[in-house]
């Protein structure tokens, strides 16, 4: 499974990005879509995550800001970040995770840096 993460880049406190996951060579069977990050000097941490069948969770830390969306026909997933604060600057990793296998994919990362 390949996945590629876009749409990061350079922002102000308070405005918004949307990161997106093109995913390709996935197999049979269902994947749990989800972004990481991780912040300089820090772990890599859970952000969001969605099923198959769209349900959703997130960290704390973002919740009622980020949404996390997946279009399984095109293979997609997508994290909106609205009201982005400096503690939001990371590197975001798109993941997916085969539901029968527990295998983890995991993109390249999309640097987001968001300035006060």
């Known amino acids: 499974v390949n996945l590629v993460e876009s749409g990061g880049g350079l922002v102000q406190a308070g405005d918004s990005l949307r990161l997106s996951c093109t995913a390709s060579?996935?197999?049979?069977?269902?994947?749990?879509m989800s972004w990481h990050r991780r912040a300089p000097g820090k772990q890599r941490e859970l952000v969001a995550s969605i099923s198959s069948g769209g349900n959703t969770d997130y960290a704390a830390s973002v919740k009622g800001r980020f949404t996390v969306s997946r279009d399984n026909v095109k293979k997609m997933v997508y994290l909106q970040m609205n009201i982005l604060n400096p503690e939001d600057t990371a590197v975001y990793y798109c993941n997916a995770r085969h539901t029968a296998t527990l295998r983890d994919y995991w993109g390249q990362g999309t640097q987001v840096t968001v300035s006060s």
């Open positions: 060579g996935t197999e049979r069977g269902r994947y749990i």
